[in-house]
């Protein structure tokens, strides 16, 4: 039996990987060990993550690197700065519906809290206006790109236009 190592390392710790991505041959596989975490009281997040977030921010640069196909959705780009949850399902009726929120508390340590991401929208997605179930505000999608911009602790829950 022969071996292959197509494995990539995105990055390693004391010279062992701990972080690797394949895409060799048409696998799409991530493999991630990650940093044990210590809660302290009161503490910054960072502090908890061992002074950085980047292994976190790595990992989903990897992740989002194989959803970077037009049929999936996916964001336009991974900034540690701009961390925020989303997700995204359809519906028995067929409505796609996507959910965006800030969550980050502490992890920039600076007075900002707002945060901003675009989404790719997948094809079978691309209208050009989508609706916030909540507020009724509505985001523009341009050439399938979906800008989200969320003060602190604020949340979206977006749809395109009823019919």
Known sequence: MRQRHDAR???EVEGNPVLTLNTAEGKRVVMWDPPEVMFK?????????G????????VAGALNYLLLRSEVLHAEEVDLNQTMNVAAWQGKDGTVRILAANLEEGLRDDADMTRHATLVLPESWRVTKWTDFWS???FEADRGRLRINLEQAGSVLMQPPTQ
């Open 9 to 11: 390392v995105i990055y």
């Open 41 to 49: 009281q009161n503490a910054p997040l960072a502090e908890d993550w």
């Open 51 to 58: 002074g950085s977030g980047a292994a976190y921010a790595l």
């Open 136 to 138: 009724h505000r509505t």
